[in-house]
């Protein structure tokens, strides 16, 4: 398995912006899919965005498209989410995960790692 380390959650504005940053620790990075999920309290934990082995995004939740990039670095090893014109809605702790899947899939159970997680809150 490999290790992940979340960063960059925080408190702000609805509106404002904040990039999520994921710091792996696995040589074969780019063998991995990487992928962005968040919960909500009392609600499920659901994929946000992911990318495939070689970076290319595969997956956008509908509520963020056009908001927030996801972006991999195989060189790195990084994995980063800009996240734009946030929304209250978008609170959440926000969890890196990864998985050698070629394609990954919006199913938490289909995760092989995963991260301790990095709160993001963003006001009215």
């Known amino acids: 398995q490999v290790q992940l380390a979340e960063s960059g959650g925080g408190l702000v504005q609805a509106g404002g912006s904040l990039t999520l940053s994921c710091a792996a620790s696995?040589?074969?990075?780019?063998?991995?899919?990487m992928g962005w999920f968040r919960q909500a309290p009392g609600k499920e934990r659901e994929l946000v965005a992911a990318?495939?082995?070689?970076?290319?995004?595969?997956y956008y939740l509908d509520s963020v498209q056009g908001r927030f990039t996801i972006y991999k670095d195989n060189v790195k090893h990084t994995v980063d989410l800009q996240m734009n014109n946030l929304k209250p809605d978008d609170s959440a702790v926000y969890y890196c995960?990864?998985?050698?899947?070629?394609?990954?899939?919006?199913?938490?159970?289909?995760?092989?790692?995963w991260g301790r997680g990095t709160q993001v809150t963003v006001s009215s």
């Open positions: 995960a990864a998985d050698l899947a070629p394609v990954p899939l919006p199913v938490v159970r289909s995760w092989a790692s």
């Open positions: 990318v495939r082995q070689n970076g290319r995004p595969e």
């Open positions: 696995k040589l074969a990075f780019s063998t991995y899919s």
